[in-house]
Structure formats: structure tokens, C-alpha cells
């Protein structure tokens, strides 16, 4: 079983940074990946960010490359997702999630989800 809490989300302005947290807490798992994902209003739930636990191995979506960064805290089990340049349709619910084996961009292929932290990036 794997148990998931996201954290660190809020209200920001645009240009601004912030960061959140995902503590994972498991029995057994094995060789998984993280993912980041978010969801805004009336929108499909899009892929972020993911992080091949065992390698650390990273992958990003084309609309964060470059401005977000995924990480792992390997002695907390703690997923981060740094967050700069932050614009207004950055505006979700962040959720983190988590699955065996390869990164995918798709979230039908998670198993396992927090309850979600909202992000508001305005003025």
C-alpha cells in the first residue's frame, strides 16, 4: 500500500516560485516513478513532472521545461516540485501520484494519488 500527502501549495504571484512537497510513505513498492500532476477547472488533469524513483531519471511537460524541477529527498521519501516563473495558467489542483515502473505522461496509469494542494498564481 502507498499512501501519498501533497503539500506547500498556495496563493502566489505571477513570476514568483513556490514549492511542494510529497511525502510517500509504502509498505513495499519496488522500482517506481513519481509524477506531478495538475488539474484546473473544467480542464482534463494534464501531466507535470515525473522522476524515476531508483535512477533519477526526469521528465517534463514542453509548458514547465525549464522553469519547474522535479527532485527526490531519497532518506525522507519526499518528492518536490520546484516551481519558478509561475504565470496564472499555472493556476491547478497539484496532485502527486505514483506507479510501478516507467515515468508516463498519462495519468489512467497511476496507481496511487494524494488528495491534491491547490496553486493560484495571481496578482
Known amino acids: 500500500q502507498v499512501q501519498l500527502e501533497e503539500s506547500g501549495g498556495g496563493l502566489v504571484q505571477p513570476g514568483g516560485s513556490l514549492r511542494l512537497s510529497c511525502t510517500i510513505s509504502f509498505s513495499t513498492f519496488g522500482d517506481y516513478s513519481m509524477g506531478w500532476f495538475r488539474q484546473a477547472p473544467g480542464k482534463e488533469r494534464e501531466f507535470v513532472a515525473g522522476?524515476?524513483?531508483?535512477?533519477?531519471?526526469?521528465y517534463y511537460a514542453d509548458s514547465v521545461e525549464g522553469r519547474f524541477t522535479i527532485a527526490r529527498e531519497d532518506g525522507k521519501n519526499v518528492v518536490t516540485l520546484q516551481m519558478s516563473s509561475l504565470n496564472p495558467e499555472d493556476t491547478a489542483v497539484y496532485y502527486c501520484a505514483a506507479r510501478s515502473g516507467v515515468i508516463t505522461s498519462t495519468w489512467t496509469t497511476y496507481d496511487y494519488w494524494g488528495q491534491g494542494t491547490q496553486v493560484t498564481v495571481s496578482s
Open positions: 522522476i524515476r524513483w531508483k535512477i533519477g531519471l526526469t
